[in-house]
């Protein structure tokens, strides 16, 4: 996959790993405040903004105070699983964002560095692998936690994430279908040769991927292991300190990693539209930017301002869609729960398996057609915008996920006038007679 | 008043929406991040409008040469409701009276103005002035040096034949 010295391997992933690993919780402490601040905006305040010009420093402050603060352990909890658990929801949301390629391959005298920490064959297996695995910290914190409020978080999340887990991995088979390599650089590479970003010709697969990615990340308005107003703050509930930090620091670098993967998978990753100058993909041990007419592939020439130029643009995809994640976060209610069961299993699951059933026999056609290119792109994207319709028109007359509202009738079933008999209280009976 | 009852009419299933609605939401919040009027009064910079009657910290009036104007008439720790004010009186060799001990437990006054009201001379104020914080409880209460240094507007009394301030 590259053309470097195993040593020189060895130093630039080393590298680059500390480098994304300390961009990626500089960005978290920044998320933070962007969210507190978008949250001041969208009700007319000003937020936080003293800490520092613009409040810059306010994720520091916050920092400082939560490790300075009393750690408190419950009496009866289980002691080892409940500091196991940050740990285990902070992991995997880290760990995530080493397979999402964030810029075009660099240039540097020891060789080619590819802008990926690991770019391994199975890319986008290995993301739903450990997203799911942070289930397992918001559980363990729940149960070990010994309370009554952080147990039902616990358990509406591991219900929560397996019944969007589905939903996600069908939304992404048509990514998959399109690519046909697992990898995140390929899928990015795929997408430049097509001319289409995946979010046009895969719009519904797209719509799919987002509600589940609120889901997943545990975001409103499916923020249920949370839910404030009837958990106190479920499954984090007995977390003070620096592991109630851990757990903010896990759901803020999992809405990261979503939004990169949005960006990656729908919206061309690190590729700028309109320019060929940044196509490159390893092919047989060689960077190339394409293939001849005759099938020669033509070898790409990388340099030090692409990759910055290609990092901007994965940058400002990434911030649109965290953008996206808080702008709703402050605009939408929570479901309840039986709302969220429903849109998750028989709303999103029919629709992404039908989705892709109809995608594939439209794919199958079009290459039996031999149609490719631009007119392949534009079929499919016809295709999946009538699905797009299709589905947005049923969800929104109220056949599938209903509002609170309840008719006149239908509220006096639920709960007719109900009257009480009372005992008639004489004088000279019941508790103050005998004074 | 008779009291009115507006009855909420709820839409029926099937004709309400939910992404229309969304939609609708977020256009509404976007109009409300975007929008640069806000309600933030960024207090130590930017202070809050203070009403012209406003009842504050005190403030002691001083003559031209620096002594108080006060008189030791005994009228604002008779009037004081709180008996927040301890006066101590004298006279010197001309005969005029003047305050030997004048002290304001700020903790214990309630703001009534009572005392501006009463005194004959204009010399005890409250004033327009909130920011009263300090690091010890003994530094509430006022002594005369501190009544005399204190600078900020004095309060507008009530007028009653001008109850409006017009």
Known sequence: ?435 | MAATVKVMRRPDPGQTSYIRATLKGMALTFKHMVNPKKVTRQYPEEQPPLSERWRGTHRMEVHADGRPKCVACGLCPTVCPANCIRLVGGEDDQGNRYPIVYEIDEFRCIFCGMCQEVCPVEAIHVGVHFENAEYTRDRFVYDLDRLMEQDHPTTLLWDPSDPRSE
Do not use: C
């Not at chain 1, 409040?55 to 939560?66: C, E, M, R, S, V």
């Not at chain 1, 690991?118 to 010994?146: E, H, K, Q, R, T």
């Not at chain 1, 545990?218 to 109630?244: C, I, Q, W």
């Open chain 1, 1 to 435: 996959m590259n053309d470097l010295s195993p040593t020189a391997f060895l130093v630039t992933s080393s590298i680059k790993v500390f480098l994304v690993f300390s961009v990626l919780l500089a960005v978290v402490a920044l998320m933070t405040l962007m969210e507190r601040r978008l949250a001041g905006f969208i009700q007319d305040r000003l937020g936080p903004n003293r800490v520092g010009p613009f409040g810059i420093l306010q994720p520091a402050a916050d920092g400082l105070k939560n490790i300075l603060k009393e750690e408190t352990m419950p009496a009866t909890a289980n002691r080892f699983f409940f500091v196991l658990a940050p740990a285990l929801a902070i992991v995997p949301a880290v760990i995530t964002f080493a397979v999402v390629p964030f810029a075009a391959p660099l240039e540097t005298p020891w060789g080619t560095v590819g802008m990926i920490v690991a770019d391994i064959p199975i890319g986008i297996l290995f993301v739903l692998a450990l997203g799911s695995l942070g289930v397992y910290g918001l559980f363990l914190a729940g149960w070990a936690s010994n309370n009554k409020y952080a147990f039902l978080g616990g358990v509406r999340s591991a219900s929560q994430l397996v019944s969007y887990e589905v939903a996600l991995g069908l939304s992404i088979v048509p990514v998959l279908m399109l690519a046909g390599n697992l990898t995140l650089p390929q899928i990015v590479w795929e997408q430049q040769q097509l001319g289409f970003w995946y979010v046009f010709p895969l719009s519904l697969a797209f719509i799919l991927f987002v509600i589940s990615a609120f889901a997943e990340t545990n975001r409103l308005p499916f923020d249920l292991p949370e839910a404030e107003s009837e958990l106190v703050t479920g499954y984090h509930t007995e977390y003070s300190g620096m592991k109630f930090s851990m757990f903010f620091i896990a759901e803020y670098s999992h809405i990261l990693t979503a939004s990169a993967l949005m960006a990656t998978l729908f919206l061309g990753g690190w590729s700028i539209p309109f320019w060929s100058g940044d196509h490159m993909i390893w092919y047989e041990g060689m960077l190339i930017s394409g293939f001849t007419a005759a099938g020669e592939p033509v070898a790409a020439n990388p340099a030090w301002w692409k990759t910055l130029l290609t990092f901007v643009s994965f940058a400002l995809k990434t911030a649109f869609f965290v953008l996206v994640f808080m702008w709703v976060r402050w605009t939408l209610p929570r479901f309840r729960y039986d709302q969220v069961m429903h849109l998750g299993w028989k709303v999103m699951l029919p629709v992404a398996l039908a989705y892709v059933m109809a995608l594939a026999a439209t794919i199958l056609v079009l290459d039996q057609l031999g149609v490719e290119g631009f007119l392949f792109g534009a079929v499919l994207t016809a295709m999946s915008t009538l699905a797009t319709v299709i589905f947005v028109f049923f969800i929104d007359s109220d056949r599938l996920i209903s509002g609170s509202a309840v008719s006149g009738t239908d509220r006096e079933v639920r709960s007719p006038v109900r009257t009480v008999d009372r005992p008639t209280l004489r004088p000279g009976s019941g508790v103050g007679a005998g004074r």
